[in-house]
């Protein structure tokens, strides 16, 4: 056997080495921590409690919501959003005396140009309970009746047209909350999610999408389960093409949660996830603008944050990143120092792991919510009574590019009364 021989067979040989540890890998999340028990096959019912009408002001639910909670939420802030804090404007913010307390109150954007896109992974009830060993949060900031509410405010403070979430396993509650205020969701569950394998479980986790009824007629939504070299893993997506009533124009809307875990292998799993979720968002989109929001569980060190700026016909670019006003440096290194802090077994963890990815060619980002410092978040970290969940929300202002003004917010626009 020739030498040219023997080295193709090593190489040959090493490649279906390489496979065969990543279809073990694939099926870490499934059988790894959770092999000694059988599944657990709740249904989303823990939640009967609640009754809610069938339509709520803003105020009212917002008011509920910090009746229920334990302590107030962490206060954050946009930026680049307000021009004149104060003046009564269609899209701004106002300031509101509220029971002698001055509070910030976002309002909804009325401009049928602008979209207000919310990306959050809220921390899976039974996860965060009984699998993720936060060491600094007190056991009863966890409980679900000190959680659920504050996770409604956080989404509603900010009033997104557009809502993705992961580690959602609490979807019916989450949509009777929601519909009060106009939205409507969907949601896709990890087919074999670790949370079916622990006590107490309320079914599935998986990815959620909502949006508003006012301001946009569905066109079409979609699901997949990612896949890695034509076998599937564990990680979903779920996307949605939405017209904006007033104008017409159409976008897809994303949201994904790849693969967590450290290490070279699982990198290289992620980039290879987000290389099938890419396809899947090119072919859905059809040659719309694409916005792609998720917990990608990467830092911007990592192959895949290459992959999704690099993909051919997306034109995508990171909300945060491009919204810095360094444009000097690379696009990795504008990011966030931080989406998600918390402490565990092993020690603090603080890194930047969650997008906002977004059409380049036609969204301008016009504002970001920006995250709470270091001492307001405490030593403790999140989650806390005051934050309920372990990653911060991520919300940003896109305005269509090029698009005819047309409504009456534009008309104000054009005088300088609105302008985000």
């Known amino acids: ?10 190489c040959k040989s090493a490649i279906s080495f390489a496979h065969r540890k990543f279809s073990n890998l694939l099926l870490q999340p499934r059988m790894g921590s959770f092999t000694s028990s059988p599944k657990i096959l709740n249904e989303d019912a823990q939640d009967s409690d609640i009754n809610l009408p069938a339509r709520m002001t803003r105020s009212e639910m917002l008011d509920r919501c910090r009746c229920e909670g334990v302590q107030p939420l962490l206060r954050r802030h946009f930026k680049g959003a307000i021009k004149d804090v104060g003046v009564n404007t269609a899209d701004d913010f106002k300031m509101l005396q509220i029971n002698a307390v001055k509070k910030t109150c976002v309002q909804p954007l009325k401009s049928p140009n602008k979209i207000r896109v919310f990306q959050w992974n809220v921390l899976s009830q039974s996860l965060g309970t009984t699998n ?7 056991e009863d900031a966890l409980e679900w009746g000190n959680r659920r509410y504050q996770i409604v405010q956080e989404i509603l403070e900010y009033a997104p047209d557009v809502i993705c979430l992961q580690e959602v396993d609490h979807f019916n509650f989450l949509k009777a909350c929601l519909e009060t205020q106009g939205y409507t969701g969907t949601f896709f569950p990890k087919p074999d999610s670790p949370c079916l394998y622990l006590d107490g479980n309320n079914g599935p986790d998986g990815c959620a999408l909502f949006y508003r009824r006012e301001k946009f007629d569905f066109v079409k939504s979609d699901t997949r389960v990612l896949e890695v070299w034509r076998v599937q893993s564990n990680q979903v997506a779920v996307v949605a093409v939405l017209r904006v009533r007033e104008t017409g124009r159409e976008f897809l809307v994303a949201g994904t949660h790849l693969k967590a875990r450290k290490g070279a292998l699982l990198s290289t799993l992620r980039n290879e996830q987000g290389k099938d979720l890419l396809d899947f ?21 990592e192959p895949i944050y290459r992959t999704v700026l690099g993909y051919p016909g997306l034109n995508l670019g990171s909300a945060y990143a491009d919204f810095s006003p360094n444009k000097d440096v690379p696009s990795m290194d504008r990011e966030p120092p931080y989406t998600t802090w918390k402490v565990r077994d092993e020690g603090e963890v603080c890194h930047t792991i969650d997008y906002v990815f977004y059409n380049k060619d036609a969204f301008v980002v016009n504002a970001v919510l920006q995250f709470p410092t270091s001492d307001d978040i405490g030593e403790g970290r999140v989650p806390s009574y005051q934050y309920p969940s372990d990653h911060f929300s991520l919300c940003c202002d896109f305005r269509f590019q090029d ?18």
Request: with cysteine.
């Open 132 to 138: 993720d060993s936060f060491v600094c949060c007190p």
């Open 281 to 301: 968002v090119h072919s859905s989109a059809e040659g719309r603008p694409v916005i792609l929001c998720g917990d990608f569980n990467a830092e911007p060190t």
């Open 1 to 10: 056997m020739s030498s040219a021989t023997k080295s193709l067979l090593r």
């Open 403 to 420: 698009q005819e003004k047309t409504g009456q917010a534009h008309i104000e626009e054009l005088k300088g009364v609105s302008s985000l």
